[in-house]
């Protein structure tokens, strides 16, 4: 993980304070994750989140979305925290097909990843008797709804962890949510590091209830959202009182040029 000539091109390695990794993204000007912990951060919102360790009890299989796959810490420690004898389906998006080759490459020796191949022209996928990983190379706006015609999937549990809005609004606006919510199971639960009032005003107008999401490092909150319940009339207040605009399709250009 630590070798500088594995790395992708345009991406540097940092290590954060839990001691793991993340990668600085020339293209985006972002690391994949918070310096305060890569690791730490992906149990805190995704993993405890979205209340995986749960929900896999409830539901055969666990359906879970991640937006954003990076370096794979996501369903690596996902993979750590789930039992071995439990049905779940990992669906990740990935624009980097260079980022992809190079998680290829470190995990040749994994005793899942090994089997980790390319299937299609954009699709990677490994699959055992209970674990089926997929991720989908690209524009996520094209191939999430391509593969869901074929595969009409559910999600029960959403990692919405993309970078950030200013870096690249396309999968933070109304449209994005709207898409997430119509594949979306009435229980599912969405978790996001962010906790901006154009992404929860985004989130509750495409008919998401927006929920206060738990701290970690400097930010003082984060945000989860769900279909089964109502905005919370805290958040909802906040938000009328708020100049912040939902995005939409329509403001990308806008944010793009400032």
């Known amino acids: 993980m630590n070798n500088q000539k594995a790395l992708p091109p345009h991406h540097s390695l940092v290590e954060t304070a839990d001691g793991s990794y993340t990668l600085f993204s020339e293209a985006f000007q972002e690391a994949c994750h918070s310096t305060t912990g890569a690791r730490a951060e992906t149990i805190l919102h995704y993993i405890e989140g979205t209340k995986v360790q749960e929900n896999i009890l409830k539901f055969s299989p666990l359906v879970i979305l991640e937006v954003g796959f990076g370096l794979g810490v996501g369903f690596l420690t996902t993979l750590e925290k789930l039992p071995s004898d439990r049905r779940w389906h990992f669906v990740s998006l990935e624009l980097d097909a260079d980022l992809l080759e190079w998680f290829l490459k470190n995990h040749q020796d994994h005793y899942f990843l090994k089997n980790l191949q390319w299937k299609d022209n954009n699709i990677l996928e490994a699959e055992n008797d209970f674990i089926k990983l997929t991720i989908l190379q690209g524009d996520a706006r094209k191939t999430l709804p391509a593969y869901l015609k074929n595969h009409p999937l559910k999600w029960h549990a959403i990692y919405q962890d993309a970078f950030s809005p200013k870096k690249n609004p396309i999968l933070w606006t109304k449209e994005w949510f709207s898409l997430l919510k119509d594949s979306s199971h009435e229980d599912v639960i969405l978790s996001t590091y962010s906790a901006s009032s154009s992404i929860r005003k985004s989130l509750h107008l495409t008919g998401w209830g927006v929920q206060k999401g738990e701290r970690f490092g400097p930010k003082r909150t ?37």
């Open 222 to 258: 984060s945000t989860r959202a769900v279909l089964a319940k109502a905005t919370d009339p805290e958040i909802l207040l906040q938000l009328e009182r708020s100049p912040a605009q939902a995005l939409s399709d329509l403001h990308i250009n806008e944010i793009l040029l400032k």
